[in-house]
């Protein structure tokens, strides 16, 4: 509803989707300045600061019919997590915000990830709870932690939060998302081995898909 809204504010001003979405974070409502631009009436609002929203890039199915003009050795194959996609920025000074894939800021709900996270940039990646034995716990554990402004200690111990990571898209202070995919691949494997840990780690490339039929077993397993 809320990405509607936004698409239709988009249309109605002619502009495209994502320069609103990089901006709407930042503001607070009623959101004055960025009705003033959309409207015609103002400046376009510049981001405010380091830790402003970049739009993720949203998945969609892939029907049977693409497959015969797509080769699969062109794209990355991941696991799909049981958690929420989010997009997680750390300023070289600590400053840490934690943004869902419509930029709404739930850093305050998940104090225990947020320091302890340490590398300078942006992230993209997928919000999960830890089970106890290692392994990533059923998404209804993460909804034991969503939609809250505030989390006690017993609460964190019970569902710890940790980002797996998909992508890089900032660097220190180095925007990466001009870069192919597979050069951000390798700078993100690298990030993650120098600090990663329980509160982040890389999602895997799935190997084995050598084409879709083979996928699509792997898929079922």
Known sequence: RRR????ALAVFAGVDITESEEIWPGLAPPYGPLFAWLEGRGEKPA?????????????HPLEPEDQARLALADFAVEWKWDGARVQ??????????IYTRTGEDITGGFPDLAAELQF?????????????????APFNA??????????????????????????????????????????????LQQLVARVGGPRLDLSPLVEGGSDWAALEALRAT
Do not use: C
């Open 4 to 7: 509607r809204a936004k698409q």
């Open 47 to 59: 981001q405010s600061g380091p830790l402003w929203f970049r739009p993720v890039m949203l998945a």
């Open 88 to 97: 997680v920025l750390r300023t070289a000074a600590g400053a840490v915000r």
């Open 120 to 136: 300078e940039g942006v992230i993209d990646g997928e919000l999960l709870i830890r089970a106890a034995d290692g392994t990533v």
């Open 142 to 187: 993460l909804q034991q932690r969503l939609n809250r402004k505030t989390v006690d200690a017993k609460l964190m111990a019970l569902h710890p939060a940790f980002v797996r990571a998909y992508d890089l898209l900032v660097e220190g202070t180095t925007d990466l998302r001009g870069e192919p995919l597979r050069a951000r691949r390798g700078r």
